[in-house]
């Protein structure tokens, strides 16, 4: 995977994100998140990883808790 060129706001907004995610998951969280960057991604770009990440998290969560 080629090295992202993030600003110091979209840094700041992955760093913001990241700290929600359990720290078992951060590592593959953005890993999920790169993998949808660009080599100088925008910041709506960015933040439309994030979002995609997120939900995706969230979801993997509820379908852990609706296990028995």
């Known amino acids: 995977m ?4 993030l600003t110091d ?3 700041r ?10 720290v078992q998951r951060r590592d593959e ?13 925008t910041d709506a770009a960015v933040q439309a990883a ?3 990440q997120l939900d995706a998290l969230s ?3 509820n379908d ?3 296990k028995p």
């Open 64 to 66: 852990s808790a609706a």
């Open 29 to 41: 969280f953005l890993q999920r998140l790169a993998a949808h960057l660009t080599a100088e991604p």
């Open 2 to 5: 080629p090295p992202l060129a």
């Open 59 to 61: 979801h993997s969560f």
């Open 50 to 52: 994030l979002n995609a």
């Open 9 to 11: 706001r979209q840094m």
């Open 13 to 22: 907004l992955i760093q913001n994100a990241a700290q929600a995610v359990p």
